[in-house]
């Protein structure tokens, strides 16, 4: 991805992988290019919800959180995730908890990405990014198959205790559990785009049954297969419902 600030007006690279976090600031400007066609979720706050939370920081503002390209936050990832999915079920209760997932973003904000530490967030220890990109290209092609540590370090040319801890460094998450998070997005995925059964779904994703998939789905996300899968469909035909209309 080619971005620019316009303070500067020099053009930069990175590579974003799936999962990356931008951050900029309101008043800022920013430009960004990509190539091909990528799916992104843009959130934005209403100031009176950032000056509400900045106060229990010391009185902070949206100009004291810095720009950040392509950033790997776990935390950020997950809150986002659980945000869209309230917001897709439409439901008044669902508005209510997506305030709250709201006010935790902004919690990590001002806690993270302060001003005084804006670029791309520094990585100590971490993979570099040509072997990170390896490990997680061997992740997404081998899903349904059962992949250890010592798989995934080997990939990356490193001994499987180096790499457990760069890799956390980068990402935000131990390698195994990263993993696991990958195959639940995969499913997540197939829930909302496909018919496929549940079981199915599972198998392909190297879950040993529907239960598994099931218990794990429902740990991560907060509520099971069947469930998201209904609400997902239900939101989608009321915003086909809403578009008919307008």
């Keep these: 991805m080619e971005w620019r600030e316009p303070s500067t007006g020099r053009i930069q690279q990175a590579m974003i992988r799936p999962g990356s976090v931008h951050v900029n600031p309101g008043d800022h400007p920013f430009y960004q290019r990509w190539e091909g066609h990528q799916r992104i979720m843009a959130i934005a706050f209403d100031r009176g919800l950032v000056e509400q ?12 959180i810095g720009t950040y390209i392509g950033a790997r936050d776990a935390e950020v990832e997950a809150i986002a995730a659980r945000l869209r999915r309230e917001l897709v079920t439409g439901e008044s209760a669902g508005r209510v908890l997506a305030e709250s997932f ?23 220890g971490g993979l570099e990014a040509a072997k990170l990109a390896r490990v997680l290209d061997y992740i997404d092609a081998h899903l349904s198959e059962k992949i250890t540590l010592d798989r995934l370090a080997a990939v990356a040319g490193l001994s499987s205790h180096h790499f457990s801890g760069a890799f956390k460094a980068m990402t935000g998450l131990p390698p195994i559990k990263f993993v696991n998070r990958r195959r639940l997005e995969r499913a997540r995925d197939a829930l909302a785009t496909t018919d496929r059964t549940i ?7 190297g879950f040993p049954s529907h239960s598994h998939l099931s218990t794990y789905f429902k740990r991560d ?10 609400d997902w469909r239900h939101g989608s035909e009321l915003r086909t419902h809403s578009a008919s209309r307008s």
Excluded: C, E, N, W
């Excluded at 079981?199 to 994703?205: E, T, Y």
């Design 221 to 230: 996300m907060g509520t099971p297969p069947s469930q998201f899968r209904s």
């Design 102 to 124: 709201a006010k935790a973003l902004l919690v990590r904000l001002f806690r993270i990405y302060t001003h005084d530490r804006s670029g791309t967030l520094p990585v100590k």
């Design 199 to 205: 079981s199915d779904i599972a198998h392909g994703l």
């Design 53 to 64: 939370v900045g106060a229990s920081f010391g009185g902070k503002t949206d100009a004291d």
